[in-house]
């Protein structure tokens, strides 16, 4: 999947029991929005209002709503 959107929200950022630091954010274009859990060093470089180019990701639901997962390399 291949994403290019904007209009990104940081919701929240929380820390797995084992460390990782995992950020929950919005990202949006003129289709529709959908939440982007990022985890590790990608999701530290993220700022609001980035516009990004989203490759490698899947989707499923989590907590009743669609959301966004970076794969990891």
Known sequence: ?????????????????????VRNVVVAD???KVNFSVWGELGAALNEAD????TKAYTKIWKNQLTLYNRYE
């Open 1 to 21: 999947m291949t994403l290019n959107d904007h209009g990104l929200r940081i919701e929240r950022v929380t820390r797995t029991n084992d460390g990782n630091e």
């Open 30 to 32: 003129k289709t529709g």
């Open 51 to 54: 516009i990004l180019r989203i």
